[in-house]
């Protein structure tokens, strides 16, 4: 039995209950099958497609060399993480010149209708990025069977892909996911609950916050993730971390004392996950310890936030 399906295909429907599709991957995961699709290259919301808006794909938008999302990719809450499948244009433009780094890079066959010569061509798409993650699924399936661990749900495996995934390194202009795929770190998450990468969980203190200074000014891209941090003295009592203002976007704030919380915030201590950009968390009695801060961004980027961390006395 297969235990990845990759899927660079898709048609523009959405996935219903009566879609053979439907059926095949509900079925499929039911045997613990991960399924792989790609989110199309249409620009435009995954859950209008199929496969890639059935539910319990892991469906896999694109990103180019600069970590933005290719100006084709679809994107949405439906999408679960990124990968490089190719900008086409330069500093992955959405026109202009058309550059080698544009493109992923593999070995093709140059035959039309029927098979002629190995050699080597760029192609770009979501079907690119796709490839990507199912690798790094059976990577995950091969290392976790290798240490005589018991194989992962596909529930579980993307859960660890979500968890692991490095953030996207510049405001994204939707929403794709929770950042790009990193295998060693997905790896590394499935086999020891570390994901090797301080960008997610770990200690990565991002910017360290000053007792009552507002740090103002900052910009939340669409989706992304950006990380915080403050140390509490024994003795201090109401840690009130707040996020203000700012235009655009609807952020969500995660804090955990100790260490950061991962890119989806799922494993910190307090949340904050109200509608717009003022969110607030309050600890009455605060550990005498490094608060991490994590501000995501919802699904436009969210500019000239202010960031406040204080507390008693």
């Given at each position: 039995?297969?235990?990845?399906?990759?899927?660079?295909?898709?048609?523009?429907?959405?996935?219903?209950?009566?879609?053979?599709?439907?059926?095949?991957?509900?079925?499929?995961?039911?045997?613990?099958?991960?399924?792989?699709?790609?989110?199309?290259?249409?620009?435009?919301?995954?859950?209008?497609?199929?496969?890639?808006?059935?539910?319990?794909?892991?469906?896999?938008?694109?990103?180019?060399?600069?970590?933005?999302?290719?100006?084709?990719?679809?994107?949405?809450?439906?999408v679960t993480l990124s990968a490089p499948g190719g900008g086409i244009y330069a500093n992955d433009a959405s026109s202009g010149n058309v550059v080698n780094n544009g493109f992923v890079w593999s070995s093709i066959n140059d035959g039309a209708t029927t098979p002629g010569n190995p050699t080597y061509g760029g192609m770009a798409g979501t079907s690119q990025a796709t490839p990507h993650v199912s690798g790094t699924v059976a990577m995950i399936i091969g290392a976790t069977k290798a240490a005589g661990l018991a194989t992962p749900s596909p529930a579980d495996i993307a859960n660890v892909l979500v968890k692991s995934a490095r953030p996207f390194p510049v405001a994204e202009d939707h929403v794709i996911g929770a950042g790009i795929v990193d295998a060693a770190a997905a790896v590394n998450l499935a086999l020891n609950g570390d994901t090797g990468n301080p960008g997610d969980g770990g200690n990565d203190p991002g910017a360290t916050l000053t007792k009552g200074v507002i740090l103002s000014g900052q910009t939340?891209?669409?989706?992304?993730?950006?990380?915080?941090?403050?140390?509490?003295?024994?003795?201090?009592?109401?840690?009130?971390?707040?996020?203000?203002?700012?235009?655009?976007?609807?952020?969500?704030?995660?804090?955990?004392?100790?260490?950061?919380?991962?890119?989806?915030?799922?494993?910190?201590?307090?949340?904050?996950?109200?509608?717009?950009?003022?969110?607030?968390?309050?600890?009455?009695?605060?550990?005498?310890t490094t608060y991490y801060i994590l501000v995501v961004g919802g699904e436009s980027a969210t500019s000239n936030l202010s960031v406040l961390a204080d507390y008693n006395p």
């Open positions: 039995m297969a235990q990845v399906i990759s899927m660079s295909l898709g048609g523009q429907e959405a996935c219903t209950t009566d879609a053979p599709e439907y059926t095949a991957i509900n079925d499929a995961i039911s045997r613990g099958t991960t399924v792989v699709v790609a989110a199309g290259n249409n620009s435009a919301d995954v859950s209008g497609f199929t496969p890639a808006s059935c539910p319990g794909v892991i469906a896999v938008a694109s990103n180019g060399i600069t970590g933005k999302r290719a100006f084709y990719s679809n994107y949405g809450k439906g939340i891209g669409a989706g992304a993730g950006v990380r915080y941090s403050i140390t509490v003295p024994a003795g201090a009592t109401t840690l009130n971390i707040r996020t203000i203002g700012g235009s655009g976007g609807d952020v969500s704030l995660y804090v955990k004392a100790g260490s950061s919380p991962v890119a989806d915030g799922s494993d910190a201590d307090f949340s904050s996950v109200k509608p717009g950009n003022n969110e607030a968390v309050v600890i009455q009695k605060p550990e005498a």
